[in-house]
């Protein structure tokens, strides 16, 4: 096989075929099978060192031209794979090795259960009068919202952390604080153990 891709970043196992990263690109999102944005595929991609970033780029403007995969809206943040690219990656995934298929699907599947998290369970953070911030919180259950907090940190940093930990796990501070209101010590107990 010949290798004439950059391999910066790449990992052990990774790919260094042109072709491959294509072929890569194309089996995610026929695997995903519904638009998808851009900046989510080359994160995929980039987390799991299984391409280049330079050539990832590359790759999806090439499959864009060759009517691979599409642009689903006008600012080009949304792609999806068309006939051509099913085409590809059906008859080619087996170009990629079985290592670097279950990565890429391992890894979509997690990104995705993130986005869906993230979009369940808002968090904004607004600049507070006299400095500091204020994190609101929102726990929904997909439909309406379970509970709302707003919560101050000192600075954007600390807020920013704050949302990433929350993102985390959101069910678990909601267990916390129904478990304190009701007063189940050991429900607030378990909850506790998993913040460890």
Do not use: W
């Not at 953070?125 to 439909?143: C, Q, S």
């Amino acid at each position: 096989m010949e290798f004439d891709a950059f391999t910066e970043g790449v990992e052990p196992g990774g790919l260094r075929s042109r072709s491959d990263i294509g072929i890569l690109i194309c089996y995610i999102l026929d695997s995903i099978d519904k638009p998808f944005p851009k900046s989510d595929l080359i994160e995929i991609i980039q987390e799991n060192g299984l391409a280049n970033y330079f050539e990832t780029i590359s790759s999806i403007s090439e499959l864009v031209k060759c009517r691979n995969i599409a642009y689903t809206d006008d600012k080009q943040e949304l792609l999806k794979v068309t006939d051509n690219g099913k085409l590809i990656s059906r008859q080619l995934n087996t170009n990629l090795s079985l290592s670097v298929r279950q990565k890429a699907a391992n890894a979509t599947m997690r990104l995705m259960e993130k986005r869906k998290t993230e979009q369940e369970n808002p968090v904004t953070i607004k600049k507070a009068e006299g400095g500091g911030y204020h994190v609101n919180f929102r726990i929904t259950d997909g439909m309406r919202d379970l509970m709302s907090l707003t919560l101050f940190v000192p600075d954007i940093s600390e807020a920013n952390a704050v949302k990433r930990s929350f993102h985390k796990n959101p069910q678990r501070l909601y267990s916390i604080i129904l478990a304190g209101v009701i007063g189940e010590k050991d429900m607030i107990n378990e909850a506790l153990k998993g913040l460890k």
